[in-house]
């Protein structure tokens, strides 16, 4: 077979390897095979947030882009809305997290060891 498509409705949420993992974690490349760098789709109910983190061990960068819903990326202690259609990267030695605001916040975060 030369490719693979994933619903991500199909897959379950829960905790992964990645040092924010939270149960609203889809592994989207654990599903596809994909080991290169790891996709996640974050689903967080309203209120919800993700762990406060960052990659000073592990040398990853994290992307995030909003597909769905807004709120909030707190990076050092400064929450920076965030909302449908934003694509957000923070320095390996911030910490981060994310917070979703009253309507949820979805989004997929690509994490990759930086070259």
Known sequence: M???IVDAASIQAG???HP?????DKR?????????FEVYQVELP?????????????????VYAVIAGSG????DDDAVPIWLGQFVSVEVGSSRYL????????????CGERR
């Open 2 to 4: 030369g490719h693979i």
């Open 15 to 17: 905790y992964g390897p």
């Open 20 to 24: 924010a993992a939270s149960p609203y």
């Open 28 to 36: 989207i490349s654990e599903t596809l095979g994909i080991t290169a």
């Open 46 to 62: 309203p209120g919800a947030q993700t762990v406060p983190h960052d990659h000073l061990d592990d040398n990853n960068d994290d």
């Open 72 to 75: 909030w990326v707190v990076v």
């Open 99 to 110: 917070r979703a605001g009253e309507n949820g916040l979805t989004v997929i975060a690509v």
